[in-house]
């Protein structure tokens, strides 16, 4: 414990920035808290697949995360990335700027579309590609994994089919377009 004298006549716990830590929590938080990744702060030393450039915000070796890897991706328009999967992983796509179309499947046959403020959900071992719909503009998404380390499987081998089908989200609430 700190030696120094503690006022607590002003009737409140509010610290600001600036005070000292007043017990060994404050002083494990200051450090071991909250973090706030920037934008050009973004790590592009993380696995990769041909055609997307992805960048990692949130891991294991960047602040310590234990259960989880965040990071953003760009792809080029009018561009396809190579096939992968992300191993046991579960994925979630946020799209932010461009139109988004996955496709997916042992030959790629499912296909389906996202936009912006749309979320795509990607379950572990499934061969998946990601391709910018839009021939003009960037696609632009925020990526998040269910593990502390970027699981990325190329995959090679994979014959597409030429016309896949369309998969939309039909439930008692969404009704097919």
Known sequence: MSDEPHDHAHGHSHHHPHDAPHSPDEARWKHDGVRVITGD???PNTAQTPGMFRQAAINHARVGAQKIWAGTVAIEPDAKTGVHHHGALES??????????MRWGERLEFVAEAGPGDFIYVPPFVPHQEINASPDEALECVLVRSDNEAVVVNITDIEPVERPEAVYWVDPIHKHP
């Open 41 to 43: 702060k973004l790590d």
């Open 92 to 101: 979630v796509i946020y799209v932010v700027r461009g139109r988004a179309r």
